[in-house]
């Protein structure tokens, strides 16, 4: 079993920045890729960013060159830089870890942007 911790969300003006961290505890051997997901009201869940156990990372189009994701290994966490924020990046962050066996997730984290 994988736990998976997520923080430092909020409220933010447009333009602004937030930094999302998510801690994993538990078999954290059997981890391999871990990333994150958004969800608005009403709308998917969708892919934000992905990082590899090697550090390869992936980003949707909409926060490329405005997100950046990174792991720290040593302490077992995923981060997601989040800069130039716009309105429509509001949502529930979900931070997921892919392991040998099932995908674990995080309890989510709420991102507002104000206009």
């Known amino acids: 079993q994988v736990q998976l911790v997520e923080s430092g969300g909020g409220l933010v003006q447009a333009g602004g920045s937030l930094r999302l961290s998510c801690a994993a505890s538990g078999s954290i051997f059997s981890i391999n890729a871990m990333g994150w997901y958004r969800q608005a009201p009403g709308k998917q869940r969708r892919l934000v960013a992905t990082i590899g156990s090697g550090g390869s990372t992936n980003y949707a189009d909409s926060v490329k060159g405005r997100f950046t994701i990174s792991r720290d290994n040593a302490k077992n966490t995923v981060y997601l830089q989040m800069n130039s924020l716009k309105p429509e990046d509001a949502a529930v962050y979900y931070c997921?870890?892919?392991?040998?066996?099932?995908?674990?997730w995080g309890q989510g984290t709420q991102v507002a942007v104000s206009s």
């Open positions: 997921y870890a892919d392991s040998s066996g099932p995908r674990y």
